[in-house]
């Protein structure tokens, strides 16, 4: 054999690349995916601070039929965890006037720029009527009341319990709502007769003339 033949003969055996060759290579392409991956994800966008609302706070006590001015409060929202409290405090003193969270049995209804709020105590009914500034302020004060009174785990664990209990908060302060309407016309009826009573003795009293000296 030849040293030709053998350089041949080895060139073709051996493991050595060739460098042009391997720079001939086509390179790998790198997917956006792949970059998308290694980019840090953003932190949460922080929770919405809940604005403080300005109101005039009302209450109605069990088996009264008048409010009575309580003064000047300041709504606040209380977070813990997945729960919230909605608190109304005094604006002079700070101090807690009263407080609405997922242990409340209440109904909030708009009245124009009102939140009337009956909350059912047993059989008796006691009732918060909480002004606002404006339109906006009273849908965001009522939208306030409703999430932080939703009784999210009494839905989840048994829906047949929590609308039997929305039922029967309804029906409470239905017949409250009617046994007022009921004591309002009899204190009409009573003050239209000694109204009349009245006008009639002293009727009377002119036909018979001026008293004898």
């Given at each position: 054999?030849?040293?030709?033949?053998?350089?041949?003969?080895?060139?073709?055996?051996?493991?050595?690349?060739?460098?042009?060759?391997?720079?001939?290579l086509?390179?790998?392409?790198?997917?956006q995916?792949?970059?998308?991956?290694t980019?840090?994800?953003?932190?949460?966008?922080?929770?919405e601070?809940?604005?403080?609302?300005q109101v005039?706070?009302?209450?109605?006590?069990?088996?009264?039929?008048?409010?009575?001015?309580?003064?000047?409060g300041?709504?606040?929202?209380?977070?813990?965890?997945?729960?919230?409290?909605?608190?109304?405090?005094?604006?002079?003193?700070?101090?807690?006037i009263c407080?609405?969270?997922?242990g409340?049995?209440l109904?909030?209804?708009?009245?124009?720029?009102?939140?009337?709020?009956?909350?059912?105590?047993?059989?008796?009914?006691?009732?918060?009527?909480?002004?606002?500034?404006?339109?906006?302020?009273?849908?965001?004060?009522?939208?306030?009341?409703e999430?932080?009174?939703?009784?999210?785990k009494?839905?989840?664990?048994?829906?047949?319990?929590?609308?039997?209990?929305?039922?029967?908060?309804?029906?409470?302060?239905?017949?409250?709502?009617?046994?007022?309407?009921?004591?309002?016309k009899?204190?009409?009826?009573?003050?239209?007769?000694?109204?009349?009573?009245?006008?009639?003795?002293?009727?009377n009293?002119?036909e018979?003339?001026?008293?004898?000296f």
């Amino acid at each position: 054999m030849s040293e030709m033949e053998i350089d041949d003969t080895m060139g073709m055996g051996s493991g050595i690349s060739d460098p042009q060759a391997s720079q001939s290579l086509p390179s790998m392409p790198i997917l956006q995916s792949d970059i998308s991956n290694t980019q840090p994800t953003p932190p949460p966008a922080p929770r919405e601070t809940f604005r403080d609302i300005q109101v005039k706070v009302h209450i109605r006590r069990a088996d009264r039929d008048s409010w009575v001015y309580m003064g000047r409060g300041v709504v606040s929202q209380d977070i813990n965890g997945h729960s919230s409290r909605v608190v109304v405090r005094a604006v002079s003193t700070g101090k807690v006037i009263c407080v609405f969270n997922e242990g409340s049995e209440l109904q909030a209804e708009k009245r124009g720029n009102f939140v009337v709020i009956g909350c059912v105590e047993g059989s008796r009914v006691v009732s918060w009527s909480l002004n606002a500034l404006n339109n906006s302020e009273t849908l965001r004060l009522l939208a306030s009341i409703e999430l932080a009174c939703y009784k999210c785990k009494q839905v989840l664990a048994d829906p047949r319990h929590h609308s039997k209990s929305r039922r029967r908060i309804e029906r409470v302060i239905k017949d409250d709502r009617r046994r007022r309407h009921r004591r309002r016309k009899d204190q009409e009826a009573m003050i239209d007769a000694f109204s009349k009573q009245s006008i009639g003795a002293e009727a009377n009293a002119m036909e018979a003339g001026p008293p004898p000296f």
